[in-house]
């Protein structure tokens, strides 16, 4: 076997494989600015923002929604 046909099959794998991983950069941008305004709005209920923002990280709009639920300590 050529050593430059195994190059192009591990290149034609790799690139597969990031089409299917691609985001879209506005979709990033919008995620992130969600979880800096659930940050915001725990601090708002005294809550700890920077575990607020991490949690919106992973969760998105379900943080939000539970973020509107939980009373101000």
């Known amino acids: 076997m ?8 591990v290149n034609q794998i ?3 494989l990031l089409a299917g991983c691609h985001m879209d950069n506005q979709y990033v941008v ?10 915001g709005l725990a601090q708002v209920k005294n809550r700890t923002g920077l575990n ?3 949690l919106s990280l992973a ?15």
């Open 59 to 73: 969760l998105g709009a379900l943080a939000t929604f539970s973020l509107l639920l939980v009373e101000k300590r």
């Open 30 to 39: 919008g995620w992130g600015t969600l979880a800096l305004i659930n940050a």
């Open 2 to 9: 050529d050593i430059y046909a195994n190059i192009d099959f």
């Open 52 to 54: 607020w923002f991490l």
């Open 14 to 16: 790799k690139k597969q």
